[in-house]
Each structure stands twice: as C-alpha cells, then as structure tokens.
C-alpha cells in the first residue's frame, strides 16, 4: 500500500468512526524539542541517567539533585510550542467531537494546541505537590504563593511543604510509581468503548500504558499507529503510518470530511 493510500485509509477510519480514542508517547513532544528519557543528555547533565534520576528512590538519596534536573526539564517544557502533529489531533476533535486523548506526556502541548478532552497518565510536570501527599492525594502546591515566613536554604534543598513541611516534588509519575486510579481507570474505559485507537510516538514499551491499544484491538477497535520507527505496538496495528506525527497527521486531515 503506498503512503497515499495508506493517510486515505486512516481518514476513512476516522470518518466512519464514533468514539476515537487516541495515545500519544514521548515521540509526539521530541518533535517540539522535548527530548525523550532515552535521549542522551547534555551539557552539565551529560553524566546522568534520566531513568535513574526519575524515581523515588533517587529522590530520597538526593532531594536536590532531583528537583533540579525537573527544573531543567521544566524550563525545556515551557519553552516548547505545539508541532503540527499536535494541531492536526486538535482539529480531529473538531470533526470528531467524541474524542479523546491520552497522553503519557508530562507537558501541555495538547492544551496549548487547543485539545480538550485529555488525560495525563504520568501526570504534568508544571505542577508541584508535596512529597507526603499530606492532604490527600496529590497535594499541590502553588510555588508562587508559599508564605514569605516559610524559609529553606534554595541552594540545598527543594521547596518545602507548606502544610507539613516535608519536600515539594513535581507532581509526576517516577518509574516504580502507580500511575493516578482515576486516569488510569478513565483510559482503560475509552479504550475498550473506543471504535478506532490512534497510537502515536509510542514506543509501547512503558506499562501500563502500553496494555491500552491491546484492550481496544481486542474490544473490537481499528488500531492506527502513527510512528516512523517499528514499536512493540505495531504487531497488531490494523494501519501503519510510518512517518513522524507532524508529517503525516496533518495528510490525514485534509482527507477528513
């Protein structure tokens, strides 16, 4: 099947479909700029290990360390824009108003593209809360408003709690960590009541994530696969578009009705 007729294929999809449910992976932001956790670092962080600095455990050894590198993660974030892959999902919704996204991203890029209806399973890494979860869970914490009386030493430590004390984290989930019940939960819903799964720049390898394309293929869904390379997904993908989101997204668009 040529590349034509394959973007053909996927609008027909999505035309004829009446819930969509889409999953987008770190592939879709590293197309802003945001590099993946696989992506070697760079600069003062060239030494680390990303998926060694995202966990509790790195967290308790050295609160500091960590904190910082999500403040130079943050800053990447903020100066990220939308790419056209995440403005064609934005106007699929407007065509198709039943559908939702499901992002293991931790930034905003759907939002700021126009998106609605998305959930974050790993949780958004703009937002703070405490590291106790000491009124329930997650505790945020708005850093612009802590309490001038609230002193700690900012070269040694993260921002303090503002309730109990205890450090303030960013409020994301590390590996080793249960992703939100309600998330969670509401993804696995939309995937198995889904009639067409878009899986976009996702390797497939993070559970449980991962599990939800298998759900709705075995729900009955289609399942079209948006990525240039060959992921633990593309076995039972129904359609492969194997280009980067914002080549061939915005090709499918214009074949929408």
Known sequence: MTTQAKIDAAARLINGAKKIAVLTGAGVSKESGVPTFRDALEGLWARYDPQEL????AFQRNPKLVWDWYEFRRKMVRKAKPNPGHVALTEIQKRKPDTWIITQNVDDLHEQAGSQNVIHLHGNIASTKCSADCCGKPTLIDL???PDTLKWDAEKQP????????????????FGEVLPADALSHAHDLSVACDVMIVVGTSGLVTPAANLPHYAKRAGAMVVEVNPDHSMISPIADLRLEAPSGQALPRVVERLN
Do not use: E
């Open 54 to 57: 995202a966990t509790p455990q």
């Open 144 to 146: 612009d408003a802590l």
């Open 159 to 174: 921002p303090p709690c503002p309730y109990c004390g205890a450090y303030a984290r960013p409020d994301v989930v590390w």
